[in-house]
């Protein structure tokens, strides 16, 4: 292709040969689709004297509108950004300069304008033009200031994140009045997000923002994760801190006014106050947190000012929880178990396996002191499949030795509903070498108030199995005679306060007899628990009652223990059973 200076302008022929030896032509500025401009320095207010199409494009304007003027007009009003300075001494200096600034198209559209500003010069080396480079970068821009401000800034709520919120009060904390930090939680939000979609759980969490920012002496607000906000306020000397929390709490719950719904909130907040004007906010928000999660442990929509004991509690859960994740890995859990009679015989017929957590410091330890943190924690799963698996091997250990009894096994709600305990025990069963009707699951009543289909399949799937279901502490809970009738339960469990002084109560033996009554024309074995005297025992041995268990037969007993009383053929009760046996190791709970 033949270089040929650029059409139409009247540049120095040194200016020709340098354009011609960058490959400048007509031809290669119309196909860059990077602006290209020329302003000519040797005229008055440097006009510009050439643009090729991709300017005419950026800039919105025709050439025509744009030859014979100086580039400051697409800056508009807008003349006080730093760069324009910049560009202005490098212009006296005839230097090279790169800025980034805002420009404005014809139709007043802003955009952000990279313009690269370099000097051409005759033979004498006199600059004579200077040629513009320009590209529009707002998408860049755009995209980089979104990134920068997602550093800092929640992206729902355009609340600051914490650190930035912190690092404010922190920065802005000169008042005299004292500061309080209060932290809430949008209660069920995952009902809204489910129920109307996330759009409407956003504008929710936007509008909790709002109102907190509204609030009186508000000096910040953040969003501290999902729907957990926090605020500062500022708090008057003398003023009630409690009845400041109490209004702020009314004025977030009101009902939240969205697109053709309203959503009726209830939120929980915990607050405290900072202890001198010195404590770091950082110190106090912890403080606030810490009665949050009291209040939400209280019940939904509570507020609780922060307490030192509550602070105490959550430092021995942390250390638990940790002491727990320590005793999976050392191996600390072990089981127990309790014979199960047959109350015409005293023959033992079944056992059910009890945790323990053999603790190196403080000896062996039942479940009450532990397992309402492996829940929290969600520690229960492992736990209790590795006591699915224990009591599994134990149950083939008994069966290989002659002994024609199963092994029942509780199951906490949190590991039925996280865990797949259907395939779980399909892998356990197959691995001990058990069958399936060695083994039972004991099931809490509480568990049946979830009604779900997932967990009506799930009862399903066990029984095709085999495994007998086994409902724990009957009459205590949320059963009911039709649970009975759909779900296919193999036994019950009347609860032992059912059966404390029975031989007394006829009220309670009638209850009993009742339920010993449907059992039979479900097909459903009872067992009843907590049996402490001979009495009790006779008595339900009239009312018709198959097996029993409790400290009159025996307390749980370590595995080998229980072997060496199996083995004994021993009819129970029996004095030996009724006490520790030489060398046994339990002495905590009963089933």
Same mark, same amino acid.
């Given at each position: ?46 006009? #510009?004297?050439? /643009? !090729?199409?991709?300017?005419? +494009?950026?800039? =919105?304007? %025709?050439?025509?509108?744009? $030859? *014979? @003027? ?118 069920? #939000?995952?009902? /809204? !997000?489910?129920?109307?979609? +996330?759009?409407? =759980?956003? %504008?929710?969490?936007?509008? $909790? *923002? @709002? ?132 109350? %015409?015989?005293?023959?033992?017929? *079944? ?241």
């Amino acid at each position: 292709m033949m270089k040929r200076p650029i059409a139409g302008l009247s540049l120095p022929p040194a200016v020709h040969q340098r354009l011609a030896g960058l490959t400048l032509n007509v031809q290669t500025l119309e196909g860059l689709s990077d602006a290209i401009a020329i302003a000519d320095l040797t005229q008055p207010d440097m006009p #510009l004297i050439y /643009v !090729n199409s991709a300017c005419e +494009r950026i800039m =919105g304007y %025709a050439a025509a509108e744009i $030859l *014979g @003027r100086n580039c400051r007009f697409l800056q508009g009003a807008d003349r006080q950004q730093p760069e324009i300075a910049d560009m202005a001494r490098a212009i006296a200096a005839r230097r090279e300069v790169s800025v980034v600034l805002r420009n404005y198209r014809k139709d007043g559209t802003m955009f952000w304008n990279e313009l690269r500003l370099r000097p051409m010069r005759d033979d004498d080396g006199t600059p004579t033009h200077y040629l513009a480079t320009s590209r529009d970068v707002t998408a860049c821009r755009d995209r980089a200031d979104r990134l920068q401000r997602a550093a800092t800034h929640d992206d729902v709520t355009g609340l600051p994140i914490p650190r930035r919120f912190l690092a404010r009060l922190e920065a802005e904390r000169a008042w005299s009045d004292a500061l309080m930090l209060l932290c809430c939680d949008a209660d069920r #939000l995952r009902d /809204v !997000n489910g129920t109307y979609g +996330r759009a409407a =759980g956003d %504008a929710v969490l936007r509008e $909790l *923002g @709002r109102r907190l920012q509204a609030a009186a002496g508000s000096e910040a607000a953040c969003r501290l994760a999902a729907g957990q906000f926090a605020v500062a306020l500022r708090l008057p000397c003398g003023a009630d801190a409690a009845a400041v929390a109490a209004g702020l709490h009314r004025a977030i719950a009101e009902p939240l006014a969205l697109p053709g719904i309203t959503v009726a909130m209830t939120v929980s907040l915990g607050w405290a106050v900072a202890q001198t004007h010195t404590e770091p906010a950082e110190a106090v928000l912890i403080r606030a947190e810490t009665a949050l999660y009291a209040a939400k442990a209280a019940g939904r929509g509570e507020v609780r000012a922060y307490d030192p004991a509550t602070e105490r509690q959550s430092r021995r859960r942390l250390r638990l929880t940790a002491e727990l994740r320590n005793a999976l890995t050392q191996q600390e859990f072990v089981l127990h178990y309790q014979p199960k009679v047959e109350i %015409a015989t005293g023959r033992i017929v *079944g056992l059910e396996a009890l945790l323990r957590w053999q603790h190196p410091v403080f000896g062996l330890q039942s479940p009450e002191r532990f397992l309402g943190v492996a829940e929290e924690s969600g520690l229960i799963v492992e736990i209790g499949a590795w006591a699915l698996a224990e009591a599994s091997r134990f149950a083939a250990m008994l069966h290989r030795h002659g002994h024609a009894v199963y092994v029942a096994v509780n199951v906490s709600p949190v590991q039925f509903q996280r865990d797949d305990i259907a395939a779980l025990m399909r892998r356990v069963l197959a691995e001990a070498g058990a069958e399936p009707g060695w083994v039972a699951l004991e099931l809490t009543e509480t568990m049946l108030a979830d009604s779900s289909p997932r967990t009506a399949a799930c009862f399903a799937e066990l029984r095709r199995l085999g495994i007998g279901l086994a409902m724990d502490d009957f009459g205590t809970g949320f059963a009911s005679l039709q649970c009975l009738r759909s779900l296919p339960f193999t036994e019950i469990k009347v609860d032992r306060s059912f059966v404390h002084g029975l031989d007394r109560d006829p009220v309670q033996a009638a209850m009993v007899g009742a339920a010993l009554g449907v059992a039979r024309a479900l097909g459903i074995v009872v067992t009843c628990e907590g049996i402490e005297t001979a009495a009790e025992r006779d008595r339900l041995a009239e009312l018709g009652c198959p097996v029993a268990q409790g400290y009159f037969f025996s307390l749980p007993l370590a595995g080998e223990d229980l072997v060496r009383l199996l083995d004994t053929h021993a009819v129970l009760p029996v004095a030996e059973a009724c006490q520790p046996l030489p060398g046994a190791r339990v002495r905590h709970g009963h089933g």
